[in-house]
């Protein structure tokens, strides 16, 4: 049982390393974390008194964040154990098979064996011979593990996913696994075992869904292997299966990853002539991709504020680039206009994408408050969050990126004092600043 299991402490705590706390963390989870940073000794008793006085929402959260992948300091993530076993005899604890599986893959990760497999079999034996229960659980766990690029444990758990396909009559149970090993296979590097799951999914009857496909496309693309991306999209073609945004940002995705941005603008080329909706993706794929762009934006004083001066300092491939996204249909859906507030929202979008859409936003704000087809709303709203999913909580690059801009345009939109995720500004003041 939990109980017995031995538990590392965690390592040290070294002063000159800033503690990397991960996205939406709570206050409260950061301050814990802090505390055991400070000393490793007291863990036991720090993490006893955190559970007793945190609400579920809040020990759930820490947990989360140390069983993450991105968590990246081994003396944090070791707290993870201990701190599930507690939460375990917190009277509003349920069991959840996701939450296991992320633990038992951290433990994998770690080397800890013996442990890992201890959860294992008392989830087994709580699990019982419910066969949709069975699969659902090794389905989280080969993706805990695959988010962990943990080659052994992805096959470990194909293996015991594979005997219980061949032993189930239920075709779902078929496809579940099986859309499981496959996305896992690629996310840890090996699309040709995964496009022979495909295969083998034909030959016991199953159809391979467009998700499979994806995620082989996906899985050559991330490993440079092009010709047989493009091999699988014609596959897909001849499968019935339309090319869409979704497969697009993952083939712009990849050739990014190999800055092959020739390519890129004939993909982005080819969407737009198969009217193939261009979203925020398309540009968080193909902006983090522009070398120029991210060399710009080190430096938040001296970035170009205008589309024009931005065209200037572009050259070659990556100027087409942008020439293509600025052409397409995102900032309008982004932005909501009535007569109350004209709003755009920033929200999913990378540095690059949020700096495109600022310069292309200026531009059509402007032309709305001076058209006669467009109603004049009392407000004007930038939405930029707060940071409370950034890397470091409350510390948004694209809210320090929106800052300077007002600033060296000398825009009259402020924070907001009711919402600090937001500049605002009266449209009709902002009128006058543009014109």
């Given amino acids: 049982m939990l109980a017995n299991l031995q538990v590392s402490r ?23 974390l802090s505390s055991v940073a400070r000393d490793p000794s007291a863990s036991n008793r720090l993490i006893c008194k955190f ?54 893959a951290l433990l994998y990760k770690q080397g800890q064996l013996k442990e890992a497999e201890t959860l294992v079999s008392e989830t087994l034996i ?3 011979s419910r066969e949709r229960d069975l699969v659902s659980f090794y389905c989280n766990l080969i993706d805990s593990h695959s988010k962990h690029n943990s080659n052994q444990g992805v096959f470990d758990v194909i293996s015991r996913l594979s005997q219980i396909v061949s032993e189930s009559s239920s075709v779902y149970v078929k496809e579940r696994a099986y859309k499981s090993m496959i996305s896992s296979l690629c ?6 075992e995964a496009e022979n799951l495909i295969e083998e999914m034909r030959v016991k009857g199953l159809k391979p869904s467009v998700f499979e496909f994806r995620s082989v496309v996906y899985g050559y693309g991330r490993v440079g292997l092009f010709e047989d991306m493009q091999r699988i999209l014609l596959q897909m073609g001849n499968e019935g299966f339309e090319l869409d945004t979704v497969v697009s940002n993952m083939v712009l995705s990849s050739y990014g990853a190999y800055n092959k941005q020739s390519e890129m603008v004939s993909w982005l080329q080819r969407m737009k002539n198969s009217s193939i909706p ?30 024009d001066e931005l065209m200037e300092t572009l050259k070659g491939d ?6 293509e996204l600025i052409g397409s249909m995102v900032l309008a859906e982004l932005m909501e206009w009535d007569c109350s ?21 200026r531009e059509e704000l402007r032309y709305r408050l001076n058209a006669a087809e467009y109603v004049m709303p009392v407000e004007i709203t930038v939405v930029c969050g707060s940071g409370k999913h950034s890397s470091v909580r409350g510390e948004s690059p694209v809210k320090r990126m929106v ?5 060296r345009t000398r825009s009259p939109m402020k924070i907001d004092r009711k919402n600090i995720g937001c500049f605002v500004a009266k449209a009709k003041v902002v009128k006058n600043w543009l014109c």
């Fill in 51 to 104: 559970i007793a006085s945190s609400p579920k929402s809040i020990a759930l959260n820490a947990l989360s964040h140390l069983l993450s992948p991105t968590t990246t300091h081994p003396h944090l993530s070791s707290l993870a154990l201990p701190l599930y076993s507690r939460i375990t005899e917190a009277s509003w604890f349920s069991w959840n098979p996701k939450l296991i599986a992320d633990l038992i």
């Fill in 126 to 128: 709580k699990l019982g």
């Fill in 318 to 323: 990556e100027a087409l680039l942008v020439k």
């Fill in 187 to 192: 996310a840890v590097g090996q699309p040709l």
């Fill in 341 to 361: 507030e004209g709003k755009l929202d920033l929200h999913g979008m990378h540095l690059g994408s949020a700096y495109l859409i600022m310069l292309q936003w």
């Fill in 278 to 307: 261009f979203s925020i993706r398309t540009y968080n794929s193909v902006l983090n991709s522009c070398p120029m762009i991210m060399s710009i934006l080190q430096d938040l004083k001296t970035f170009p504020p205008t589309i």
């Fill in 10 to 32: 965690p390592q040290p705590w070294n002063h000159r390393s800033p503690l990397l706390i991960q996205c939406a963390l709570s206050k409260q989870g950061q301050l814990f």
């Fill in 403 to 407: 800052r300077e801009m007002m600033t």
